[in-house]
C-alpha cells in the first residue's frame, strides 16, 4: 500500500521554485530524502503535512489531501521541523503535556520517551533556559510522543550528541518494525542506519529514487 | 472539546492571560480617582466613567495588544507550527482566537467596575438590577471587542510581524481617532455599547454605524480568508 504519492508536485515561493514536478511513490517503512540546503526536501515534507499548499500537481498522504484534511490525517500522523520555535515561556514537559491532551494521547508515553531521550532531567526548567541540543531533542519528542502512522522527521540527528543519535536510531528501527512509515529529511546519514528508500533531492526535483529493502 | 482546549491555549499564549490583568489594575486604578476627586463613588459614576478618554483607549490598546499577541506573534515568530502540530483546523484556530480575545478583552473592564462599585457599598449587591446591568455591560464590551477584532485581526494578518502590527495600532488609535471619530470609531462606539442600555444602544449602532459595521464585516470575511488561505510561516 502507498502510503505518501505525489504526482507532478511542485511549490513555489515568490519568483522562486522550491520544488518542481516531483512524482513520488512510498509505501512503508523507512524512507530518507537525501540532498544539500535548499533542495526541497524540506518543502516536499512540509507539502506532505499540509503546511503549505502546493503551487501545482498533487500530493496524498494515507489517502489524504494533507493541505484540506490535516485534522483527519493529523490523527495519524506526527512530525518534527527543524528550526521550529518551541515556546519559551513554558517548561517542556508543560507543552508535551498541552499537546498530548490537545491531541487527545495519554502523557505517559512522553514521559516514557523523555527518560530514553533524557530529557526528564531538565524538561520542568522553561524551554527558554536549554540549550539548541535541549530544545531539539523535546522537538524530536513533540513528534515521537505520539502514536501515528507516518512520522516526519526533518534533520532529526543535528544538533544532538552521538549517544542521542544512537538512540534516535533504535527508536526508527522500532517504529519501522511495528509498521510504521517514517519520513527523514536529511543532509547527515548516520552510519548504520537502515532505510528502505533513498530519494535525493537536488535543486528542487528528484534526482534518484533507490529502494535498498523492504518498500510497500 | 478540542475547541475548548485551543482557548485554553490561548488563553495562556505568551501570558497574555498576564496583560489582562495587568489591565484589571490599570482599570481600577482610572476609576478609583472618581474617589480621590471627590466625584460620589457610587455605581452610576462608574458607569459615567465611560466619557472619560481613558477607557475607550485603554479598551481598544488592549484589544490591539490582545490581537497583536494572538495573530502577529504567532504567526511571525512561527508559533503557527505547534497548532498545526495539534492538527486543528484553520476555521476553528480562527473561532478559538476569537473566543479567547473576548475572554481577555472584555472581563477586566467589567470585573474592574463590579469590584470597585461592591467595594464602595457593599449593598450594591442588593440593588434590583446590578447583576442585569453587569451582564449588560459585559455583553457590550464583548460586542465592542468584536467590532474592533476584524480590523485588528486583518491589521495582523497583513503586518505578520507584532513590532510592525503594534506601531500601526496605536499611530490610528492616538492619531486618527477622536470624539468626532476615526475608521474605527472607538469612542462613539464605546459610548453606545458601554453607556447605554443595551437594547437601545444596538438599534442606535446599526443606525450611525451601520456603514462602519458593513466594513467591519468586510473586515472580518477579509481576516477569515487571508487566515484559511494562509501557509505556515517559518521564523
Redesign the interface.
Known amino acids: 500500500m502507498e502510503v505518501v504519492v505525489a504526482e507532478n508536485l511542485s511549490k513555489r515561493f515568490g519568483f522562486t521554485w522550491a520544488l518542481r514536478g516531483v512524482s513520488l511513490k512510498l509505501g512503508r517503512g523507512l524512507h530518507l530524502l537525501l540532498g544539500p540546503n535548499g533542495s526541497g526536501k524540506t518543502t516536499f515534507l512540509k507539502l506532505a503535512l499540509g503546511m503549505l499548499k502546493p503551487t501545482s500537481g498533487l500530493v496524498r498522504v494515507l489517502g489524504f489531501d494533507p493541505w484540506r484534511e490535516w485534522p483527519e490525517l493529523s490523527k495519524r500522523a506526527a512530525f518534527a521541523m527543524e528550526g521550529a520555535p518551541l515556546p519559551w515561556w513554558m517548561s517542556g514537559r508543560a507543552l508535551l503535556s498541552e499537546l498530548c491532551s490537545m491531541r487527545g494521547f495519554p502523557f505517559a508515553n512522553a514521559e516514557k520517551l523523555a527518560g530514553e531521550l533524557g530529557v526528564s532531567g531538565y524538561w520542568e526548567r522553561p524551554i527558554l533556559t536549554y540549550s539548541s541540543g535541549m530544545a531539539k531533542r523535546v522537538l524530536l519528542l513533540t513528534a515521537l510522543s505520539f502514536e501515528a502512522e507516518l512520522y516526519a522527521l526533518d534533520e532529526p540527528f543535528t544538533l544532538v550528541d552521538k549517544a542521542t543519535i544512537a538512540k534516535l536510531m533504535r527508536m526508527l528501527e522500532e517504529l519501522k518494525s511495528s509498521g510504521c512509515t517514517i519520513l527523514v529529511a536529511t543532509h547527515y546519514l548516520p552510519e548504520g542506519l537502515e532505510a528502505d528508500t533513498l530519494v535525493r533531492f537536488e535543486e528542487g526535483r528528484v534526482v534518484s529514487v533507490e529502494n535498498i529493502g523492504r518498500a510497500g | 472539546m ?1 475547541l475548548l ?2 482557548v485554553k ?1 490561548y488563553l ?4 497574555v492571560w498576564a496583560f489582562s490583568l495587568a489591565l484589571f489594575f490599570a482599570y481600577i486604578f482610572t476609576y478609583d480617582r472618581f474617589a480621590i476627586l471627590g466625584v460620589d463613588p457610587s455605581w452610576d459614576s462608574l458607569l459615567s466613567g465611560a466619557e472619560s478618554l481613558q477607557e475607550p483607549v485603554l479598551m481598544a490598546a488592549h484589544a490591539a495588544l490582545v490581537a497583536a499577541i494572538l495573530f502577529s506573534f504567532e504567526e511571525g ?3 503557527s ?2 497548532r ?6 484553520r476555521l ?1 484556530v480562527l473561532a478559538a482566537k476569537w473566543l479567547a480575545y473576548l475572554l481577555l478583552v472584555a472581563p477586566p473592564l467589567v470585573a474592574a467596575k463590579a469590584l470597585l462599585s461592591v467595594s464602595w457599598d457593599y449593598r450594591m449587591l442588593a440593588r434590583p438590577g446590578f447583576v442585569q446591568a453587569l451582564a449588560e455591560l459585559l455583553a457590550g464590551a464583548a460586542l465592542q471587542a468584536s467590532y474592533l477584532f476584524p480590523f485588528y485581526a486583518l491589521w495582523a494578518l497583513a503586518t505578520k510581524r507584532a513590532t510592525y502590527f503594534v506601531m500601526g495600532a496605536f499611530l490610528e488609535l492616538y492619531l486618527l481617532e477622536s470624539f468626532w471619530g476615526g475608521p474605527l470609531f472607538v469612542y462613539g462606539s464605546h459610548f453606545m455599547l458601554l453607556r447605554l442600555p443595551l437594547g437601545p444602544a444596538l438599534a442606535r449602532l446599526v443606525r450611525d454605524l451601520g456603514l462602519r459595521l458593513a466594513a467591519s464585516l468586510a473586515h472580518l470575511a477579509a481576516a477569515a480568508y487571508l487566515e484559511l ?1 494562509g ?2 510561516k ?2
Open positions: 478540542k482546549k485551543l491555549w495562556g499564549f505568551f501570558h515568530e512561527g508559533y507550527y505547534l498545526h502540530l495539534t492538527g486543528a483546523g476553528q488561505r501557509e505556515v517559518w521564523k
